[in-house]
């Protein structure tokens, strides 16, 4: 399950796409969220999914 909060959220995700998963959809899909919900929700925080970098700025 991922963290409600967006900062620790954005912390959590970032390490995971680092350490783990290849893009966003892979992590996604093992969290049982969408792309577009997770981008959502770190998009009200002020971060952007940036798939070069595979990572939120």
């Known amino acids: 399950m991922l ?11 970032n390490a995971r796409l680092r350490d783990t998963y290849p893009d966003l959809a ?4 093992d969290h049982d969220t969408t792309p577009e919900a997770l981008c959502a929700a770190l998009a009200a925080a002020g971060f952007t999914y940036y798939p070069e970098l595979n990572q939120f700025r």
């Open 26 to 29: 892979s992590l996604c899909a």
């Open 3 to 13: 963290p409600k909060d967006p900062m620790i959220l954005y912390s959590v995700v």
